[in-house]
């Protein structure tokens, strides 16, 4: 299930996209979630867990991934228990939150109200609150109300 927190919390990564550079593991790169987010998000192919080909920047190193794929990466391998900051990532990268969601448990911290509009039916824990929601329009809603505090 999808848990999301809005504002500070503890055991939170603030810049995911600096702890994936100091953290991944070289068979995240080339796993096939991995392979797919990349290839939506970046539009770029994995060639090795080292090479990637990007068709605006050529062949790039891992660590110049974007930081919203870094953070994807993170949020379904990283197993240290800490909770990823999913500001950091970009709205397309709101489907793939949810589906990783649908694996295992995920928890994420928001500090600005990432739109789920693409994410298809969902539904969240919103830690603020305790309350669940059930799609997009209510994550909105609530968000909202968490926000105004």
């Given at each position: 299930?999808?848990?999301?927190?809005?504002?500070?919390?503890?055991?939170?990564?603030f810049?995911?996209?600096t702890?994936?550079?100091?953290?991944?593991?070289?068979?995240?790169?080339?796993?096939?979630?991995?392979?797919?987010?990349i290839?939506?998000?970046?539009?770029?192919?994995?060639v090795?867990?080292?090479?990637?080909?990007?068709?605006?920047?050529?062949?790039?190193?891992?660590?110049?991934?974007s930081?919203?794929?870094?953070?994807?990466?993170?949020?379904?391998?990283?197993?240290?228990?800490?909770?990823?900051?999913?500001?950091?990532?970009?709205?397309?990268?709101?489907?793939?939150?949810?589906e990783?969601?649908?694996?295992?448990d995920?928890?994420?911290?928001?500090?600005?109200?990432?739109?789920?509009?693409?994410?298809?039916?969902?539904?969240?824990?919103?830690?603020?609150?305790?309350?669940?929601?059930?799609?997009?329009?209510?994550?909105?809603?609530?968000?909202?109300?968490?926000?105004?505090?």
């Amino acid at each position: 299930m999808l848990k999301i927190v809005f504002g500070d919390i503890e055991n939170s990564i603030f810049h995911p996209p600096t702890w994936f550079d100091n953290r991944y593991e070289d068979e995240w790169i080339t796993d096939p979630l991995s392979v797919q987010m990349i290839k939506d998000i970046d539009k770029s192919e994995v060639v090795s867990p080292h090479l990637i080909e990007s068709p605006v920047l050529g062949p790039i190193s891992t660590k110049e991934l974007s930081g919203g794929v870094k953070t994807l990466m993170l949020m379904a391998f990283d197993e240290s228990g800490k909770i990823f900051n999913a500001s950091s990532c970009g709205n397309n990268c709101a489907k793939w939150i949810v589906e990783i969601s649908r694996q295992k448990d995920l928890t994420i911290n928001l500090h600005h109200v990432l739109d789920f509009s693409s994410a298809g039916e969902f539904d969240a824990l919103m830690l603020n609150t305790g309350r669940i929601v059930h799609g997009y329009a209510e994550y909105v809603d609530e968000a909202l109300r968490i926000e105004e505090r």
